[in-house]
């Protein structure tokens, strides 16, 4: 079972940038497709980016292409969500999960079909 800790949350002015790691134990993390979901006061956990196993593919919402860049270190159990240009919309708690099958390819939107969440991370983002 694989067990997943969030940081590098904090408090940032709007077009500033943070980098968030998701630390993995236990478990095959490299087997696992990873997801970074945020979740605002009194909204739906929404998805954000997610990554291939391997590294070799990412996805990312519309609502933060050309701004946000998944990355992972399978040597180090992590993945990184580096976020640019914030606005004050970005303003959520993090959450990074992984796909409940190995070596999945495919990447749904649905927080129902990713598995060891993490406890989050906030990002506050102020105009």
């Known amino acids: 079972q694989v067990q997943l800790v969030e940081s590098g949350g904090g408090l940032v002015q709007a077009g500033g940038s943070l980098r968030l790691s998701c630390v993995a134990s236990?478990?095959?993390?490299?087997?696992?497709?990873v997801g970074w979901f945020r979740q605002a006061p009194g909204k739906e956990r929404e998805f954000v980016s997610a990554?291939?196993?391997?590294?070799?593919?990412?996805y990312n919402a519309d609502s933060v292409k050309g701004r946000f860049t998944i990355s992972r270190d399978n040597a180090k159990n992590t993945v990184y969500l580096q976020m640019n240009s914030l606005k004050p919309e970005d303003t959520a708690v993090y959450y990074c999960?992984?796909?409940?099958?190995?070596?999945?390819?495919?990447?749904?939107?649905?927080?129902?079909?990713?598995?060891?969440w993490g406890q989050g991370t906030q990002v506050t983002v102020s105009s």
């Open positions: 999960a992984v796909r409940l099958v190995p070596y999945s390819d495919t990447y749904p939107r649905s927080p129902a079909q990713y598995g060891s």
């Open positions: 990554i291939r196993w391997n590294g070799g593919l990412t």
């Open positions: 236990g478990g095959t993390f490299s087997s696992y497709a």
